[in-house]
């Protein structure tokens, strides 16, 4: 599991965008900061719903042929609505990428942000 807990972090630095006070871009998340720097408690609840994840579905993922850090990287991206994830992928077994697509749904979108603690925190 630590693999996919990683690859999520991974993909979650590099897809989201730092933003200041008035909205202006000030690059990517990876560029800038580690895993290291996210809120403890933010941490803790985000890899608790990584772990049911991974649980509950990494047998179709792991059967179709795909690694655990790609698909915690597919998992940050599609639950995201990014332009590519599980549904977007070359496997073995026809309906896994859909299957996964439709179990990222009910965990909805998650986003990083600077809080006032100076901590990365996790919405």
Known sequence: MDKFIQGYWKALFWSETILDD?????????????VEDLDPGDRAKTEKTL????????PVW????????QAGHDFALTRN????GFWDRDWDRN?????LTEACKPYGTQNLYLGDNGK???N
């Open 95 to 99: 309906d896994a990428g859909e299957q």
């Open 62 to 69: 792991l059967d179709a042929g795909w690694d655990n850090e």
């Open 22 to 34: 008035n909205c202006n871009e000030l690059g990517q998340f990876e560029d800038h900061y580690t």
């Open 51 to 58: 772990q049911e994840f991974f649980e509950n579905w990494s």
């Open 81 to 84: 609505g990014h332009g590519t």
């Open 120 to 122: 990365i925190c996790v």
